[in-house]
């Protein structure tokens, strides 16, 4: 398919005939050519195809694995259709034939249009009659996760230890890619049983104790912390910490993270596993840009004087003036003025276990002279033996600064521990929540083989998002009566039909009745409302889609419409925010591979991790129906926190949350586009890509992605004299001369060009540095960011471009919806989709491209509601 169709060209009106005709009617009969089809198709297709196309789609060549020889009238199958689909948009973008060949007259070109789109028409009736199907799927390791938090209420994760799912078109909750091995059963088997045994509990609520860490009192030495036992006799409970830190205000000052400058306590015994409040006094001392460049060129003098010390003659003295005025000076003042790193924001506190599981992170934002508690509660691993906290704020080692930034004086956010509080195991009441969601009270209560029976009904049911059958309620009862005399309490015995329902596959998949489980049909009003919960929360429905689901309701266009508006309002969305985002943007990638820290500095845990939250954030800000889609694209406005503001450059932002601001001139930002996340997934970690960025484009927001490299052609043709030291534009130049990589490189290269004024982390420069470590001289060239698209259409920079995509949004629409409907279906779109994704798209761009709105229409759907 092409980049962009130019829909000036003569031959749109055959181009829109074919769309009106791919939208009709479906269902009928399998239908044969009719004679003048097949007369069209021997006198004029045919020679067309051996003529223009078969030189390089034929027998001898199949450029993009594409071969056009054996194609006829009469064969109608979904592999021949999406041939003739994509000669069908290659020939009318103009893309087809190239340029170097011989172009066909106007008229053959408007045959063969309206040829393909008679034969598309036929095919659409015939194939759309089958539908995409819907395989029953296993639950992803995600979905997993919450699925049990909702259904047992505890704070477990266990399906982070198993295998990584695969994924098949762009999503691992497609089924065809989810399948089962031994070793999940056995994890499932094992996960199990440990849920279960920690869900239900016996006997009385473990007690409450607290435990009071001064850290002060460790300075410079260890503390052990002490406390009288039953006997009047000393019991030790933790070795108290505070590193190689000073004291100061009566607290702990920390500056670095380094190995030596944590505090907190280790040897500790938890009493029991659980929840746990940790409560921390900090407070920050943050210096402002003025005073830190005046520290700073004050640290830079003592380096001076150690240099003129060290000098012995006063010609030595007056070579190291005559260095320092010309090139250290400058160059210093110029670096602790312009570079952000010295627009300092807060303190980060980092509390980790001693093992380094993370527990929180947070911007530590009480001034030093009004210190406040922070709190935290989260459960805290059993094999765990203390928390330890250090300053998590990284400032960058570059060369203007490498002999000074490590000082103690050296001016730095400061954060100061005054002292730890440990309080728990919290239950909020006992018997906890899990226990009391399995055997909740009723009736029933004293008579326990009723009770059991409604149990276990209950359970299973929810567990199985539909009701459990009588012959499987049996079944399950029947464990519980085998177990039962070998165990002192139904609570005990309650666990083996438990851990049944939870290795069951009823459990373990989304199963769509097995009794139907042949051909395609309409989803029963349970299977809807898990299709429903798992495309929006992915976890299973909650009360509210169950009991819609038991009335029939939810099937009522309307009652989906306000249950689609009522989940995306839940907090439980930012799973669909946080998985959709991650896999339609690749936002998964970010960090598999760390930018090399001596060329990139600037980027740290907390820039990660804040890359993340902005595209999920700006993901999120048009979920909620204050954005359109097309902002994807560009956007007058950015949602960041103050973390990426600091990288942007952008003053004034204060805070971690992320909230909506207006795009200033001079940032460079707007779209997804310029997002650190996207930039520095698509370049290599030392340089960017500009295939890759491009390639990215066309895959990820225009749906055309290139098909794969020819074998054996590397990066850059390597025997190019003076290749090395030339930029990336140059390069790739060189490398577009290669035959077998020109086609695809003049469709990919102009759009990766056209973020060559950002980094390989997404910060934004003017030219292509040479300097040392990628340092860029004034007299480096400066960057080339225009283009020229297939079609003809040229741009000089990225806001061109985005321009340009933006007047032909209707490609990265159907892109984006066929992202999502693969996203909510669990399957591929195929051919005879095609019709839904046209459908689904123009009711987008008809509701001005509010997400919401094209939410409700897939739900709506007859494709969503039948498997």
């Known amino acids: 398919m092409p980049l962009l169709v130019n829909y000036s060209r003569p031959i749109a009106c055959a181009l829109a005939l074919h769309f009106a005709l791919t939208t009709s009617a479906i269902g009928a009969e399998i239908e044969q050519p009719s004679a003048a089809e097949i007369a069209t198709f021997s006198a004029e297709i045919a020679p067309f195809l051996k003529t223009h196309c078969t030189k390089c789609h034929g027998p001898e060549k199949q450029l993009a694995n594409?071969?056009?020889?054996?194609?006829?009238?009469?064969?109608?199958?979904?592999?021949?259709?999406?041939?003739?689909h994509e000669i069908l948009v290659r020939v009318s973008s103009g893309e087809m034939p190239p340029d170097d060949q011989p172009q066909p007259p106007a008229a053959s070109q408007e045959k063969l249009i309206s040829w393909i789109g008679s034969y598309l028409a036929r095919a659409d009736r015939v194939l759309q009659s089958t539908g995409g199907e819907t395989v029953m799927r296993r639950l992803n390791r995600a979905e997993y996760n919450l699925t049990i938090r909702d259904l047992l209420g505890v704070n477990f994760t266990p399906a982070d230890d198993f295998s990584a799912d695969s994924s098949a078109h762009g999503f691992d909750n497609v089924g065809a890619a989810l399948s089962l091995s031994p070793l999940h059963l056995e994890k499932y088997l094992s996960a199990a049983r440990m849920l279960v045994s920690e869900a239900i509990v016996t006997g009385n609520a473990p007690p409450r104790k607290s435990w009071h860490f001064e850290v002060d009192e460790a300075a410079n030495k260890q503390v052990w912390l002490k406390e009288k036992g039953d006997a009047g006799r000393e019991r030790t409970y933790a070795l108290v910490e505070a590193g190689n830190n000073q004291s100061a205000n009566g607290m702990i000052r920390l500056r670095t993270d380094g190995w030596d400058k944590k505090v907190g306590f280790r040897a500790f015994k938890f009493p029991h596993p659980g929840e746990y409040l940790v409560r921390v006094r900090a407070a920050a001392k943050v210096p402002d840009h003025a005073t830190t460049k005046q520290l700073a060129l004050a640290k830079k003098q003592q380096e001076l004087d150690r240099d003129l010390e060290k000098a012995k003659s006063d010609d030595e003295r007056k070579r190291v003036h005559e260095r320092w005025d010309r090139?250290?000076?400058?160059?210093?003042?110029?670096?602790?003025?312009?570079?952000?790193?010295?627009?300092?924001?807060?303190?980060?506190?980092?509390?980790?276990?001693?093992?380094?599981?993370?527990?929180?992170?947070?911007?530590?934002?009480?001034?030093?002279e009004e210190p406040r508690v922070y709190e935290f509660r989260f459960r805290i691993p059993q094999a765990s033996d203390g928390i330890k906290i250090c300053n998590n704020y990284n400032i960058p080692s570059v060369l203007e600064n490498f002999a000074i930034q490590g000082h103690d004086d050296f001016p730095r956010p400061e954060l100061f521990i005054d002292w730890i509080e440990l309080e728990g195991p919290v239950v909020d009441s006992w018997p906890p929540p899990s226990h009391q969601k399995i055997l909740f009270d009723s009736p029933n209560r004293s008579d326990e083989a009723k009770y059991v029976r409604e149990v276990l009904s209950r359970f299973a049911s929810r567990a199985f998002r539909r009701r459990v059958t009588e012959d499987e309620l049996v079944k399950l009862i029947a464990l519980y009566d085998k177990v039962r005399p070998q165990k002192d309490s139904l609570e005990e015995a309650i666990q083996l039909p438990l851990v049944a329902v939870l290795t069951s596959p009823h459990f373990l998949f989304l199963v769509e009745n097995p009794e139907?489980?042949?051909?395609?049909?309409?989803?029963?009003?349970?299977?809807?409302?898990?299709?429903?919960?798992?495309?929006?929360?992915?976890?299973?429905?909650?009360?509210?889609?169950?009991?819609?689901a038991a009335s029939g309701e939810i099937r009522k266009p309307q009652v989906l419409a306000s249950e689609v508006t009522r989940m995306l309002a839940d907090e439980k969305s930012q799973a669909f925010v946080k998985h959709f985002t991650g896999q339609?943007?690749?936002?998964?990638?970010?960090?598999?591979?760390?930018?090399?820290?001596?060329?990139?500095p600037w980027y740290d845990e907390h820039l990660e991790r804040s890359m993340i939250g902005e595209t999920e954030a700006f993901f999120a800000h048009v979920l909620r129906g204050e954005g359109r889609v097309t902002d994807f694209l560009a956007s007058d406005y950015l949602v960041i926190n103050e973390r990426m503001a600091r990288f942007y450059n952008i003053p004034d932002v204060r805070g971690d949350q992320f909230r909506r601001i207006d795009a200033p001139a001079a940032a460079h930002r707007g779209g997804v586009l310029?997002?650190?996340?996207?930039?520095?997934?698509?370049?290599?970690?030392?340089?960017?890509?500009?295939?890759?960025?491009?390639?990215?484009?066309?895959e990820h927001l225009l749906g055309d992605p290139p098909p794969p490299p020819p074998p054996n052609v590397g990066d850059i043709a390597p025997k190019v004299p003076g290749?090395?030291?030339?930029?990336?534009?140059?390069?790739?130049?060189?490398?577009?001369k290669i035959e077998s990589c020109a086609a695809c490189h003049a469709k990919i290269d102009p759009l990766g060009f056209a973020l060559e004024n950002y980094n390989a982390i997404g910060q934004y420069r003017e030219r292509e540095g040479f300097g040392y470590k990628g340092r860029i001289d004034e007299n480096d060239p400066k960057i080339d960011a225009s283009g020229k698209l297939p079609d003809g259409r040229a741009f000089a920079d990225l806001a061109e471009l985005q321009q340009i995509l933006r007047e032909d949004e209707a490609k990265f629409l159907k892109c984006f919806v066929t992202k999502l409907s693969t996203y909510a279906l669990g399957r591929g779109i195929e051919f005879s989709d095609r019709a839904l994704i046209e459908q689904l798209a123009s009711e987008l761009k008809k509701n001005d491209g509010k997400l919401p709105s094209l939410i409700?229409?897939?739900v709506q759907s007859e494709a969503f509601r039948s498997r």
Not at 66 to 84: F, M, N, Q
Not at 584 to 600: E, F
């Open 674 to 698: 310029t997002q650190a996340s996207i930039l520095t997934i698509t370049s290599n970690g030392t340089r960017t890509s500009p295939v890759v960025r491009g390639v990215w484009i066309l």
């Open 856 to 858: 409700i229409a897939l």
């Open 327 to 368: 090139y250290i000076w400058p160059q210093f003042r110029q670096h602790v003025e312009t570079d952000s790193m010295y627009h300092y924001g807060p303190p980060r506190m980092k509390m980790t276990t001693q093992e380094g599981v993370v527990l929180a992170e947070v911007d530590v934002d009480a001034k030093l």
């Open 723 to 736: 290749i090395d030291k030339a930029t990336v534009r140059v390069r790739l130049e060189a490398h577009r």
């Open 516 to 548: 139907k489980n042949e051909g395609s049909r309409e989803l029963s009003d349970f299977e809807l409302a898990s299709r429903l919960s798992y495309f929006l929360w992915s976890t299973m429905p909650d009360e509210r889609l169950f009991r819609l």
């Open 66 to 84: 594409l071969r056009l020889d054996g194609l006829d009238a009469a064969t109608i199958d979904r592999r021949t259709a999406e041939k003739w």
């Open 584 to 600: 339609w943007l690749s936002l998964r990638k970010v960090g598999t591979v760390v930018p090399d820290q001596s060329l990139y």
